[in-house]
């Protein structure tokens, strides 16, 4: 029979394995966190240092004056609070019909919602972009919101997650005469939030690192989500700053990342036990 000591190497083994992928995904992150506190000349001359007493706010500081990232972030939270809203709500309620009721060409639907995970998403912005001009919503909220509110992975996942609940709770609920709106709100959703909780981390993520179609819909500064501004923050503080050189852009830059940074970071350690239950409720086959 094995020992205590030989069972417990291939446990040592996998641990050490995550820790050093942990330390090799963590470490530039960290590394930029810190570097954003430092001088920006020490950055650029000598990236590897931590010396505390040098630690500065002149990087942050600098970068709110030259970068409208404030902006950036009020767009990006109205587009977050409107598209996310639409996602949970209506995501879960087509999942509902997908896995509960029984249709004509329900296999037919769901398949075609599926087909379109396959498109990539640069097939669809000539397209959507012809469309939101026809409507004259470029450079608008809307454009920003509705594209891709209610999008097919999340009917994907929510299907397969009321897939697992079972029928004789909706029959039950029939019985006691719940309309068929009511049993979704009253019996799926309180079962189901686990699989929501997931969704709900994802959909935030998601729209928070959106680049693509933000850079295309909302072309006007006045529009610009905070990835787009990311993305032009080299040219707005050379723009702002005459004489910028490399050192106080890489300086600026890395502030204006680590600010960007800090709301997922802390979303996801609060919410991490909810996600991966979420994830473990989405791996249930239907």
């Known amino acids: ?148 509110a209610v999008d097919a992975f999340a009917i994907f996942w929510m299907r397969q997650v009321i897939s697992a609940v079972p029928d004789e709770l909706l029959d039950a609920a029939r019985v006691d005469g719940c309309g068929e709106f009511a049993i979704f709100w009253r019996v799926i959703v309180p079962v189901i939030r686990p699989g929501l909780a997931g969704l709900a981390v994802l959909t935030v993520m998601n729209i928070y690192n959106d680049f693509v179609w933000p850079v295309v819909a909302a072309n006007s500064e006045r529009m610009s989500t905070l990835q787009v501004v990311l993305s032009t923050l080299a040219q707005n503080i050379t723009g702002n700053r005459i004489g910028a050189d490399y050192a106080t852009v890489t300086g600026e830059l890395l502030a204006a990342s680590s600010v960007a940074l800090v709301p997922l970071l802390v979303l996801f350690i609060l919410l991490q036990r909810h996600f991966i239950n979420g994830i473990l409720a989405g791996s249930v086959k239907g």
């Open 1 to 148: 029979m094995a020992t205590t000591t030989e069972r417990a190497r291939p446990r040592i083994a996998s641990h050490a394995f995550l820790m050093l992928l942990l330390v090799a995904f963590l470490a530039p992150v960290a590394w930029a966190l810190v570097s954003a506190f430092k001088p920006a000349n020490e950055i650029i001359r000598n990236p590897l240092s931590f010396d505390p007493t040098t630690f500065t706010l002149d990087n942050y500081i600098a970068m709110f004056q030259d970068v409208p990232i404030g902006q950036g972030f009020t767009n990006t939270a109205i587009v977050l609070l409107f598209k996310g809203a639409i996602t949970m709500f209506f995501a879960p309620l087509a999942a509902f019909a997908f896995a509960k009721y029984q249709w004509a060409g329900k296999n037919l639907v769901f398949g075609a919602v599926l087909v379109t995970l396959m498109l990539p998403t640069i097939v669809l912005i000539i397209p959507l972009l012809l469309e939101m001009k026809e409507l004259g919503w470029v450079n608008t909220y809307q454009a920003l919101i509705l594209p891709g």
